[in-house]
């Protein structure tokens, strides 16, 4: 599914929180395994993410609905996205009373990978436009990350 409401929740050990939907497929296979995979996608492929956030996977092979392709992630069992910029493999911290009442699954990250022309040596770069992170706005609307400054 495409998923924008993640956060991160702690260095170490690494920890995000993301709130999926009750009636989704994934809350199901979330469920079922105990784990998920975090692929954050660049501009390059936003439409793929939003044909792979308007169809449920009860329904279509998501993978071939939205155009993506796949590989083994290292840590678990589902795969991840090609075409994305970076890869969090996570197992669930289950937290019932979250989860029931308000969709949020807090998860540790057990393995990460990135593209190396975007995160380096624990930096993001922001090269290519093309390779930008998306922040959805609804309604099809996204944005990418603007230009690193320091404040001074
Ligand atoms: C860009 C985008 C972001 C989304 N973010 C979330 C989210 O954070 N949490 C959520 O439950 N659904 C979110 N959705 C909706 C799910 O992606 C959508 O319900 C999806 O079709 C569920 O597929 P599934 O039934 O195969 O799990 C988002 C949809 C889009 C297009």
Redesign the pocket.
Known sequence: ??????MALDFDPPKVA????A???????IEASGEFALNIPCRAIAGK??K???????DVD?FAHAGLGKFPSLQIGAPLVEGCVAWLECRVLPRPDNEKRH?LFLAEVVAAQADDRVFREGRWLLADESLRT?H?FGG?D?ATTGDIFKAS
């Open positions: 599914m495409a998923a924008a409401w993640v993301v709130v999926i939907d009636n989704t497929y994934t809350r199901r296979l993410v939003l792979a956030g308007s169809a449920s996977g009860r998501k969709d998306l959805y099809g996204f």
